[in-house]
Nanobody, 118 residues
Framework: QVQLVESGGGLVQAGGSLRLSCAAS????????MAWYRQAPGKQRELVAA???????DYADSVKGRFTISRDNAKNTVYLQMNSLKPEDTAVYYC????????????WGQGTQVTVSS
């Protein structure tokens, strides 16, 4: 089985920073692209940031210049550094990975709550 374990969420004041991590484990042959999504109450789940195996990144317009996605392929881990946090960043954050294990499929983390107070 493949499991994604997220950590790093919490409560922070506006302007503060948090660093999320998501580590994949299990019967993994290969991890392809990795991404972070978030879902706030009353809103659709949205893509926050994505990164390919080679390091190419993509960000939602709302987080450009504030968030940075990175990955450590040796550790099967993806990170999301969140700076200059705003109350509208409050959401449950989920990591997603495209994994060959041996079939290719998407796997999701359990979610971690990020709350930004004003």
């Amino acid at each position: 089985q493949v499991q994604l374990v997220e950590s790093g969420g919490g409560l922070v004041q506006a302007g503060g920073s948090l660093r999320l991590s998501c580590a994949a484990s299990g019967s993994i042959f290969s991890i392809h692209h990795m991404a972070w999504y978030r879902q706030a109450p009353g809103k659709q789940r949205e893509l926050v940031a994505a990164i390919t195996r080679s390091g190419t990144t993509d960000y939602a317009d709302s987080v450009k210049g504030r968030f940075t996605i990175s990955r450590d392929n040796a550790k099967n881990t993806v990170y999301l550094q969140m700076n200059s946090l705003k109350p509208e960043d409050t959401a449950v954050y989920y990591c997603k990975t495209l994994v060959t294990s041996p079939d290719i499929a998407d796997y999701w983390g359990q979610g971690t709550q990020v709350t930004v107070s004003s």
